[in-house]
């Protein structure tokens, strides 16, 4: 239980590590928006997103969203702008992005699911068979 909440509380700072240094440094010269955003690491954060949802295993892996949601807030109350001209957090860009890890994550816990199911009915079969 102790190991599934600190991988919900890591995940949380992760993604909102990811989120915050991403949208701040999105207006900057030389930074690291590119890196943050391009192929090499959101696939691995995504991967790594659905493996958190698939071993917490439990509904409230989804309060790991709270991590960009808390920290794109953040910077709209500073008055930083968006990519698009509008605030990080409540322009279509910063909510996709928020239903977007919040999908990967109900991924992870559809497989948490699957793999419950199939031990599950591995179980029922062998005390059939027995």
Do not use: C, N
Request: proline content about 5%; overall charge positive.
């Amino acid at each position: 239980m102790k190991l599934r909440i600190a991988l919900t509380v890591a995940l949380a700072f992760l993604l909102g590590a990811q989120a915050y240094i991403a949208e701040w440094s999105y207006q900057q010269e030389g930074s690291l928006h590119a890196t943050l955003t391009g192929v090499e690491v959101v696939v691995p954060l995504l991967v790594l997103t659905i493996l958190a949802g698939a071993l917490v295993g439990r509904f409230w892996v989804l309060f790991a969203l709270l991590g960009p949601i808390a920290s794109l807030g953040y910077l709209q109350s500073t008055g930083h702008i968006g990519p698009d001209g509008i605030s990080p957090l409540t322009s279509p860009p910063g909510i996709a992005h928020i239903v977007w890890l919040g999908v990967m994550l109900l991924l992870g816990l559809a497989v948490a699911s699957f793999y419950r199911y199939l031990r599950k009915a591995r179980g029922q079969s062998e005390l059939r068979s027995a």
